[in-house]
């Protein structure tokens, strides 16, 4: 009875949009597709929409091979990045359009559209053009149309990326509520994005994907303590996590002449070369520290993004204040080395601070 | 500043608008002339330059054994011809275009901007050079000198433009605005009339106002693929010009003949001056 994909690949040109994707979707569960832009998270959904039929590979839902069933009958629901609602219709008739097509009663058209209408907050909208509502109001209407429907497949391609900074915090938020309340246990919803705030928000079942593969899946805490590659760590982490080429020698780590204590979690590793991990948010500014010239300083909302330099390495630093910094101005870091993480020469983890779970 | 701008360009909309209601003016005017009025002073006010008449405008629907140039026939033959080309043509076109602009067409070396291509090139050609091969193609499928003949003609003109206009327009159409509307449970076709159609009524306009105005101005096939049977209306104007020039009758059958575009023109401008062309669609 699950959404279940296997091998799905997708190359319409030389490149893969998909490549031997597999999955298993569970009804009443939440899904988060992680990938940077063209990874292939829009293609995943259309193709289960149904708007791209895949080279190879199987697509069943309910037991019904999916593939063979055409777009208008899957009942499914999406919303995309751009606003995109029926610019001839008003919010209301934007709403019942796909409940029409589906000859469903007046009564129960009525009852389903004021309680979508509700959820996503535009009661009082019904009679109003898609032109004269802002961006996020846009992005309300087609979340409605898809809730009123009670498709049995929502999904969400990065819904949140053009709305500016404010809207996208709040209606983060609403969706929060909305996925948590509003959906039946028989709804499967999928939601794509780049932005790994707003997965380990959502707080569902992530899959990493780059380049049309799966890197990675598993619950949204298991991405975030351990990231089994160190791509997965890049796209997962926003600024993106530092990686750092170093050497492992008994008790202490080297890397840019810097040397620092080994923390007890990498106490089993060898004594070789490694990638070593940190986030940005355990680099702290300590006079104790290491010198780093400054390349450039951010200000973003209440945090300091700080691009530093020594010799080869590059690390980004978010100070959890709002500082002035000049450019080229030397500072002193500290890393927190309870917080490491180590890849081995093929980018796999080794050692992370929650403990490996794998590899 | 303000006020030197405000008058220069009041200045400029007078003069403007007095260069392009002139002449309807003169030919208002001239169309109630005789040979008298026209030919002896300058004349312009009636009753007061001189006296009205209506010979020119009876010239028009008298018969020809009477003197007359009978236009009511040919005016009809036109209309017809024209609606029927322009109407043809706006459907077969706008499915045409739909199809350029969504689907991926592969037939050996040619793809979709060939076709469009193809269908552009028919108009990138001189007419003189249509003429022969359409004469021939009419003849061989009797159909000279017919008004089906000349529908066929004119939609192998119009279409061109109608499948120009509208592959533009579609092109601009967010492609998930279909895809939408399949997901929500309309087939490919109710996803066209449904959806998409109602969204591109600016383009339809556009494109039907130029199918009727290249087709309605057509004199050049009008004039080689008639001869007895049936004639169009710019055909027969032209033959209105004998030896003496009659001003009166030619004034006033160039009114009639511009009041259908002219009523085209008021029935879209509030299409057109809202800025509902490009508006409608993001």
Not at chain 1, 35 to 50: E, Q, V, Y
Not at chain 1, 102 to 127: C, H, M, P, W, Y
Not at chain 2, 101 to 124: L, M
Request: aromatic fraction near 12%.
């Amino acid at each position: 009875m699950n959404l279940i994909g296997e091998n799905i690949t997708y190359k319409p040109d030389d490149q893969f949009h998909l490549n031997d994707v597999s999955f298993n979707f569970k009804k009443g569960n939440l899904y988060t597709i992680l990938g940077r832009t063209l990874s292939g998270k829009t293609t995943f959904l259309k193709t289960i929409a149904g708007l791209l039929n895949p080279d190879s590979g199987n697509l069943s839902f309910e037991d019904n091979d999916f593939i063979k069933i055409p777009v208008w009958e899957r009942n499914v629901a999406m919303v995309y990045q751009q606003f995109i609602n029926y610019p001839h219709l008003n919010v209301y008739e934007n709403i019942i359009f796909p409940l029409k097509q589906r000859k469903i009663s007046e009564d129960q058209i009525k009852k389903d559209v004021e309680e979508a209408l509700k959820t996503v907050g535009l009661v009082g909208f019904e009679n109003r053009k898609i032109q004269e509502l802002s961006g996020g109001q846009q992005q309300r209407v087609a979340l409605a149309r898809s809730l009123a429907k009670k498709a049995k497949i929502l999904l969400l391609d990065e819904p949140l990326v053009n709305l500016d900074y404010k809207l996208r915090e709040q209606l983060r938020e609403e969706f929060k509520r909305i996925f948590t309340q509003g959906l039946s246990e028989d709804t499967i919803l999928i939601y794509s994005t780049t932005d790994p705030q707003e997965v380990m928000e959502l707080n569902g079942e992530v899959i990493v994907l780059d380049e049309g593969k799966v890197l990675q899946r598993g619950p949204a805490k298991e991405i975030f303590e351990n990231p089994r590659t160190l791509k997965v760590a890049e796209i997962s982490n926003d600024p993106p996590m530092n990686i750092l080429k170093g050497e492992k020698n008994s008790e202490k780590l080297s890397f840019e002449n810097i040397i620092i204590k080994s923390p007890s979690h990498f106490k089993n590793l060898s004594d070789q070369s490694y990638n070593f991990g940190i986030r940005a948010s355990e680099i702290k500014l300590d006079n104790q520290g290491e010198e780093f010239e400054i390349e450039l300083a951010e200000i973003s909302g209440s945090e300091t993004l700080l691009h530093l330099k020594k010799g080869e390495s590059k690390v980004i630093a978010l100070i959890e204040e709002v500082m002035n910094f000049k450019i080229h101005e030397k500072v002193k870091i500290k890393f927190n080395e309870n917080k490491l993480y180590a890849f081995d020469q093929n980018e796999e983890l080794v050692s992370s601070p929650y403990g490996v779970s794998h590899g | 500043m303000e006020k030197l701008y405000k008058f220069l360009k009041y200045t400029f909309i007078i003069l403007w608008t007095v260069f392009i209601v002139a002449p309807f003016l003169w030919a208002i005017s001239t169309s109630f002339k005789d040979f008298q009025s026209v030919n002896s002073k300058v004349t312009y006010i009636p009753w007061l330059d001189f006296e009205p008449t209506l010979e020119g405008w009876r010239v028009l629907v008298k018969s020809p054994a009477r003197g007359g140039v009978d236009i009511v026939e040919p005016y009809f033959n036109s209309l017809f011809v024209t609606c029927t080309a322009s109407l043809i043509s706006i459907v077969l076109g706008t499915l045409a275009a739909y199809a350029l602009s969504r689907f991926t067409f592969k037939a050996g070396f040619v793809r979709n901007n060939d076709i469009t291509f193809f269908f552009i090139s028919q108009r990138i050609m001189p007419p003189i050079v249509l003429s022969i091969p359409f004469f021939i193609f009419l003849s061989t499928i009797g159909l000279l000198d017919s008004l089906i003949g000349l529908v066929v003609v004119y939609i192998v003109l119009l279409m061109p433009i109608a499948v120009w206009i509208m592959v533009d327009f579609f092109n601009r159409v967010p492609k998930e605005l279909d895809e939408t509307a399949l997901i929500d449970g309309c087939n490919p076709y109710q996803a066209f009339y449904k959806v998409v159609l109602p969204n591109s009524i600016p383009g339809l306009i556009v494109a039907g106002m130029f199918c009727i105005i290249f087709g309605w101005i057509d004199f050049f096939f009008a004039f080689i693929l008639t001869f007895t049977e049936v004639q169009l209306l710019p055909v027969k104007v032209v033959a209105l010009n004998s030896s003496i020039t009659p001003w009166w009758s030619l004034s006033a059958s160039a009114l009639i003949s511009v009041a259908p575009l002219i009523i085209v023109a008021f029935i879209v401008e509030r299409y057109l001056s809202k800025g509902n062309l490009s508006g409608a669609l993001k």
